[in-house]
């Protein structure tokens, strides 16, 4: 009796085993990098990067005031040191329509270029602003939006003289917040245990409980207006449709990582997931497969941001001046496993 339970514990545990492995993908590794490792003087993190209308043109942001500008997309890099004053300031987000730029920044810093970036005029923020600036939109001329981190959202159509509040109630202290191309936005709270939806005329935002026990790390939207998440553990989930709540399976990009992923996202069939020590995958299949990119394994950074401005350009942000660039004359013409 005591062997049948046994051996009826052991067959247990393999199908538990098996369970748990469902959608837990092996990331293989890319037939080529198409990412260019960029090292700046500085030993910022960085959080943020956008182009003027010439795609050459362009600006860089993160910790400790760090602003850094280009005219060569993004090859090369030129420091900027901005009179701001003896505060500690962490710049947190830019934006561009055109040649009017706007740059957002803790503990209340916001400020508007009409001339490409020659210069930068400080917008004056009350010291009652709910929360701290935690990310800005240029719109359209003399339009943009700002948020903070408590989920206040303002409107601004005559460059930031006034601003209109968009949404009545806060949402709490977030870990980050993202924005849709049409408007809608998504909170993580502080502690990763629910999420925050916000769509334009609402007047509160609406709470969210995650869908399984991990906490969440990261969420975002895919340019057709669907949601991911990043949830603690390394795994990932997509929505189906646009209905905020409508999961997905949980994705395991890598089964036995021990470190988290940080941000997550898309470039043309492409999904491209970034995180802490130099970790880089991508999946051209909605997720169900995924690339290493092994070359940049031994990059001394966490990788925190990826941005694509267009179709031509890709950066992946991290720490101590490290920014990776797209390069698509090196971009793998298929993806393969390397021999």
């Not at 362009?58 to 993004?74: M, P």
Request: hydrophobic fraction near 40%.
């Amino acid at each position: 009796m005591n062997l049948l339970l046994s051996k009826l514990k052991q067959f247990i545990i393999v199908i538990s085993v098996g369970l748990l492995c469902v959608s837990c993908a092996v990331a293989t590794s890319l037939s080529s990098n198409p990412w260019d490792v960029i090292t700046l003087d500085t030993d910022a993190t960085f959080a943020d990067v956008a182009f003027t209308d010439d795609h050459n043109h362009g600006w860089l942001v993160g910790t400790k005031a760090s602003l850094f500008e280009t005219l060569d997309g993004g090859d090369t890099w030129q420091e900027k040191i901005l009179e701001l004053g003896d505060e500690k300031i962490t710049f947190n987000g830019v934006s561009f329509y055109g040649e009017e730029g706007w740059i957002s920044g803790e503990p209340f810093i916001l400020l508007h270029t009409v001339d490409g970036g020659k210069n930068w005029e400080r917008i004056p923020l009350s010291d009652q602003l709910p929360g701290a600036p935690y990310g800005v939109t240029a719109l359209a001329p003399n339009t943009a939006e700002m948020i903070t981190n408590l989920g206040a959202i303002y409107k601004t159509t005559d460059g930031g003289k006034n601003w209109k509040a968009l949404v009545e109630g806060a949402v709490g202290v977030a870990r980050n917040v993202s924005r849709s191309p049409s408007g809608k936005y998504v909170a993580v709270s502080a502690r990763g245990n629910f999420y925050s939806t916000w769509v334009p005329g609402d007047t509160e935002w609406t709470p969210h409980l995650r869908n399984s026990s991990r906490r969440l790390q990261n969420m975002g939207f895919f340019d057709d207006e669907r949601l991911w998440l990043i949830a603690r553990g390394g795994r990932i989930q997509l929505t189906s449709s646009k209905d905020f709540e409508d999961w997905e399976d949980v994705i395991t990009p890598e089964y036995s990582t021990s470190w988290g992923f940080l941000d997550l996202a898309t470039h043309e069939d492409e999904i491209w997931l970034a995180g802490g020590s130099g970790n880089l995958l991508v999946s051209n299949d909605s997720g169900l497969t995924w690339f290493k990119d092994r070359d940049v394994e031994d990059v001394p950074s966490n990788l925190y941001r990826i941005v694509f401005p267009n179709s031509d350009q890709g950066f992946v942000l991290g720490q101590q001046g490290i920014v990776l660039k797209y390069n698509p004359d090196n971009a793998p013409p298929e993806f393969e496993e390397q021999a």
